[in-house]
């Protein structure tokens, strides 16, 4: 299905304190630009970021949802990332029985350091879901 | 960051020492700080200025790749955050001008004052940067300023610099376009550096395909250079990894080295993990010349492989030249200044190099880092911590406590009454997104009753604004919307909380590193994008609670378990500083490894072991620790400043503490019949070797030795057993060849890679060479054979580097034995303390550059090779780092508690204990609240407030403080609201 002329897709983004959110103020620090169609919700670690959270937010309109955290192994916490692993795979789950396709959520891992790299996932991500369209949960919710 | 902010620690830059008087416990030091002509007081790092500047300076951090202005900001994250101006490229210092011209001008300007009295000399030929400044920051008056500072004890931290590439004119550098050192090219791979994390070509900024990596340029024997540098190899490595993960156009990247000198917790993975990913193709060898083709700015590099014996035409786009660490140009000058030694090379001198890391040659001043010599990041910070540990030997009469008076609380009780606080930033808000606009939309939100706008909120007086603005309102939450919180939050949390105010009751919403610097091409979107976020923060500080520090009591005493080297000095830092430490041993006598007979002498100053053991045992009993031999510790419970340690032996108590120090050593390898061990009668382990120096020196069947041949790796480097290196075997093995080899005895090792990199070691490699020791490198994946009936007679492998069989006799064959994790002790501990054991079977630590002797279990600290194997020299600068970080929770006797934890509703909690299970900081546990009724109770000791339990459990019985369920899901719904005004 075809997105109407204008329309620009509504991200969510969930980001540990640590390493994503760090890295996107790090883009921002080195006035790297990227796409503005995003907003930010920082947790203290990816671990934290439950099936609940990212499940409200497709049902309030997000027509995608990126989960990001430290790199496997650079955790803050040891291994909160790789519980935040176990948790997205449980929330794929139940956004494929919501019939969502899977490119709307997406798992990265996005350092401190990496400013650019955390501006190219955005401007990716946002290109693939505005492919997408509104999700079909979004125009229910609207 | 975490230095600049703390309240003990004056950070002075732009400065320099200048002068130095006084005695240990009462220094006098003269110190010259540069004017910066920015004052650090009123600048709030907007970065207006730079925009204003019309003039290019050099730009040394970025390795003069990339320009900056003449005023700038050295780098992102620079403490202080305050911008500087370069005198040298500035036009307001006319050092532009020759000195005729200048000449000429203070002529005229003096005719010119002559005349008119009104007549300024003193204007600005430019001037922009100061007219661009709101807060009127810039200021071209300041002067050069010289403080005394009064300090008990000094510590030199100054690091290295670059060796000069340009001196070696085999490599190019300076000389041919692509070719650059090891540091620029960090620049370039940094994501915030010069091209963002991608590696260029600088003859046309276009990616190599093929990169070459040189390594031990100015070291190893290069330019007048004997020492190893240490990092080089492993940075190369990583180098490797990192550009063929970021740009996929880089086909090859070659690494020309000597010896792969991985020698760190963990180095040898990482090589192995380069190697079986294809990151780079290691080649060893020294490039012969470096030809230049103008043709398309390709380089050839000739060079011999020496492993494969053919030589070698590589093209490449782009050399890397693997730079040394030379001396700090200034060392030998502060050193004269402080009365301290330096080294041959210019390094300042250490007074023990083979036990002490830290100590100069003069009592009160201390060393860390690559200031003594090169130095990989996690040696440097044991360092740190270690140097730290016995300067506080010279201060600890002058321990200070953090706490002020808190103000009375204000009274915040009631429903949601908002204030926010919209910050222009100077320009970097205010020039993308409507300010007015944001602070009506906040004012229309459910629960704002103030909304204002600051040029500045976190100056002196956007600070004021706030104070008002809680007075005023009565408010009981607060929303700044300015910058990141990861920077600003303690701010303003400061501010808050000296008003009385629940610090944990401020939401910070970030529309500046989030919103106006990345979306520059986007104001209609930002400013949506800003609104949004505006809205979720205020939905959050409606959900917000009122959090209070919790403090939990210090038993101030500390148990330090392992009676050798790294536990005596360990126990011996903690005593001078005036802390009750109870030493534990399991066996009867001090001194682990050093004790006789089983160490000889110490690599690299020849010192007999048992001296340099009995002078620090003298140290230790003079220090008042409380020394209990034939004694284990069998249990331990409790958390963070006060645990109870069950003692047994010839002292049996139960022992409050309130940290807990392990140093109990670690195994040696078991050769386990490798070699003909236990079979053949002349084939002993080093340590059975440095036991018959004690008798005299090794014999065969009674007569003096004619030759020995020494095997290193065994039970290192072994892909089925311990994969790492245990480091301490290259400078043992060449030791204990040395010392026979001047008895005359002829001696050949047999190594793989050699990795003399403790300090002096690659100078006794050297002198070992010159002494006629024979050094056969075993190809990879092959072993040496020891061949013999019942005794070894001669030992036969290929020799890598001359491609043919050598065989020696041997009257005797040593092997090196690796270390192990120490059993069953690691086991036992991690079952006591949950310390987390890595894959490597040692402790693991916190964090291997930023935490090196903390472990997951707050409270409880790693001293010499219970963390991974170490020689004499690191072993002892890790146990004083430990002493440091355990003194750090000693000095008060009571440790605050975040109370921004998880916390378990009991009434929810099913006690099905999957948070006992995931929490890898044992904060939740099972308790029985009554018979068969089972809940789990957080505690605030251990809970490091990541949240992920309460995401975890299946009961919702957990909330996570501070990040609630509700406060995250009013944010989801906030950013989907309709919009207001």
């Not at chain 2, 103008?294 to 492989?305: A, I, K």
């Not at chain 2, 002829?746 to 990199?757: G, L, Q, S």
């Amino acid at each position: 299905m075809s997105a109407p002329e204008g329309w620009n897709p509504r991200i969510v983004v969930f980001a540990c304190n640590w390493c994503s959110y760090a890295g996107a103020d790090t883009a921002g620090v080195s006035r790297i630009q990227h796409q503005p169609h995003f907003r930010m919700i920082r947790v203290m670690c990816s671990g934290r970021i439950q099936p609940g959270f990212v499940l409200r937010a497709f049902e309030k309109g997000a027509d995608g949802v990126l989960v990001s955290g430290c790199h496997i192994g650079d955790c803050h916490y040891l291994f909160g990332n790789e519980r935040a692993v176990e948790q997205f795979e449980k929330t794929r789950a139940v956004t494929r029985i919501l019939g969502l396709e899977d490119e709307r959520l997406r798992l990265e891992w996005i350092s401190a350091a990496e400013g650019a790299r955390f501006a190219q996932v955005i401007d990716q991500f946002t290109e693939r879901v505005r492919a997408l369209g509104p999700s079909p949960l979004a125009r229910e919710a609207r | 960051m975490d230095a600049g902010r703390h309240p003990l620690i004056d950070v002075v830059t732009n400065a320099q020492v200048v002068a130095c008087s006084g005695e240990p416990g009462a220094f006098r030091v003269r110190v010259r700080k540069r004017p910066r002509y920015v004052r650090e007081d009123r600048c709030v790092a907007c970065g207006l200025c730079v925009e204003a500047c019309p003039q290019v300076g050099g730009n040394e951090f970025d390795m003069g790749i990339k320009a900056r202005k003449a005023i700038y900001r050295p780098f992102p994250q620079s403490v202080p955050a305050t911008y500087v101006v370069d005198p040298d490229a500035c036009l307001n210092f006319l050092n532009f001008l020759t000195p005729k011209q200048r000449d000429r001008l203070e002529r005229i300007r003096a005719i010119k004052a002559r005349k008119d009295p009104a007549y300024r000399t003193d204007f600005l030929v430019c001037g922009h940067c100061v007219s661009a400044c709101e807060v009127q920051a810039i200021d071209f008056d300041m002067q050069p300023e010289e403080t005394d500072l009064e300090v008990g004890a000094i510590l030199v931290a100054t690091g290295f610099q670059e060796f000069d590439a340009r001196s070696l004119r085999t490599y190019g550098y300076g000389r041919l376009p692509n070719v650059v050192t090891s540091l620029e090219l960090e620049r370039m791979l940094n994501a915030s550096g010069v091209t963002q994390g991608h590696v260029v070509r600088p003859s046309d900024l276009r990616t190599p395909r093929r990169i070459l990596f040189v390594q031990c340029v100015g070291a190893r024997g290069e330019g007048g250079r004997p020492y190893c540098s240490r990092f080089c190899c492993m940075n190369a490595v990583k180098d490797s990894l990192l550009i063929r993960q970021h740009d996929p156009a880089v086909e090859e990247v070659t690494i020309l080295y000597t010896d792969m000198r991985a020698f760190g917790k963990g180095f040898d993975d990482f090589v192995e993990r380069a190697r079986s990913e294809e990151s780079a193709i290691f080649l060893r060898g020294r490039p012969a010349t470096i030809r230049h083709d103008p043709t398309d700015d390709t380089l050839e590099v000739f060079v011999e492989d020496t492993l494969a014996h053919e030589p070698r035409r590589i093209r490449v786009d782009l050399v890397v030249l693997s730079v040394a660490a030379a001396p700090n140009e200034g060392a030998v000058e502060l050193a004269r200044m402080l009365g301290i030694e330096t080294d041959a090379y210019g390094f300042i001198a250490r007074r023990d190099p083979a036990v002490s890391a830290v100590e100069t040659c003069r009592e009160g001043i201390f060393v860390a880092g690559s200031a003594v010599g090169p130095q990989v990041i996690p040696d440097s910070v044991a360092q740190a911590s270690a140097a730290a540990a016995r300067a506080a030997r010279f201060l600890s009469a002058e321990r200070v406590t953090l706490d002020p008076e808190p103000p009375p609380p204000l009274d915040l009780s009631g429903p949601p009454r908002i204030g926010v606080l919209v910050c222009h930033c100077g320009i970097n808000i205010a020039g993308l997104l409507d300010v007015s606009n944001l602070v009506d939309h906040a004012a229309a939100q459910p629960g704002v009753v103030a909304a204002v706008d600051d040029a500045f909120a976190c100056s002196s007086t956007g600070q004021e604004t706030l104070a008002r603005l809680v007075a005023e309102h009565r408010l009981n939450r607060v929303v700044v919307a300015a910058c990141t919180p990861r920077t600003h939050e303690p701010i303003f949390r400061e501010t808050l909380a000296r008003l009385g105010f629940n610090p944990y009751l401020l939401e910070m919403v970030n529309i500046r590193d989030q919103c106006s610097w990345v979306h520059a091409h986007h104001p209609t979107e930002a400013q949506e994008k800003a609104r949004a976020l505006l809205r979720m923060g205020i939905a959050r500080a409606g959900h917000l609670e009122p959090l209070e520090e919790g403090r939990a009591p210090v038993t101030r005493s500390a148990l330090v378990i392992g009676g050798g080297i790294a536990g005596i000095q360990a126990a011996t830092d903690l005593a001078e500083q005036g802390f009750p430490v109870t030493l534990v041993e399991r066996s009867s006598e001090l001194g682990g490894r050093l004790a006789a007979p089983r160490l000889w002498h110490l690599y690299p100053t020849d010192r007999p072991a048992v001296e340099v053991l009995a002078r620090k045992v003298e140290r230790l009993r003079a220090s008042g620790a409380r020394i209990l031999t034939d004694t284990e510790v069998t249990g331990i419970v409790g958390c963070v400043g006060s645990f109870q340690a069950t003692l047994q032996g010839a002292v049996t108590e139960i022992l409050p503490v309130g940290a807990i120090i392990l140093a109990f050593g670690a195994d040696l390898a078991d050769p386990a019949g490798a070699y003909g061990h236990g079979r053949l009668s002349n084939v002993i382990t080093s340590e059975d070797l440095e036991r018959a120096f004690f008798e005299g020196g090794p014999r065969v069947e009674g007569k003096p030795l004619r030759s020995a041949a020494f095997v290193l790796c065994v039970g290192s480097r072994d892909p089925e057993g311990f994969s790492g290196c245990s480091r301490y075997c290259c400078p043992t093995a060449v030791k204990q060849a040395l010392a026979l080899a001047r008895q005359g005895v002829d001696c050949t090792v047999f190594y793989r890679d050699m990795r003399t990199v403790s300090s002096g070691a690659e100078e006794m490699y050297r002198e070992a060479r010159g002494a006629g020791v024979l050094f056969v490198r075993v190809p990879s994946g092959s072993h040496a054979q020891v061949l013999g009936e019942t005794r070894a007679e001669r030992v036969r492998c290929r020799d890598e580097l001359l491609d043919r069989v050598i065989e020696v006799p041997a009257d005797l064959v040593v092997l090196s034995v690796g270390m192990r994790a120490r059993q069953p002790e690691t086991a036992r501990f991690h079952d006591i303390l949950k310390i987390t054991v890595g894959l490597d079977g040692f402790f693991l630590e916190r964090h291997p550059e930023l935490a090196p002797v903390e472990t997951a279990v707050e409270g409880v600290f790693l001293a010499g090779t219970v963390q991974g194997p170490k020689d004499i020299v690191d072993s002892v600068a890790q146990a004083s780092a430990a002493a440091a970080k355990a003194s750090v929770l000693l000095a008060h006797d009571q440790v605050r508690l975040d109370p921004a934890v998880s916390v378990v509703d009991p009434d929810r909690c099913r006690g099905c204990g999957q948070c006992v299970e995931i929490c890898q900081f044992h904060a939740p546990a099972l308790k029985e609240i009554e018979p068969g009724t089972w809940v789990a109770e957080v505690n605030p000791s251990l809970c490091k407030g990541c949240g992920t339990c309460a995401s975890w459990c299946p009961s919702g019985a957990i909330t996570a403080r501070h990040f609630t369920n509700r406060q995250v899901e009013a944010m989801v719904d906030a950013l989907f609201a309709e919009a207001s005004p």
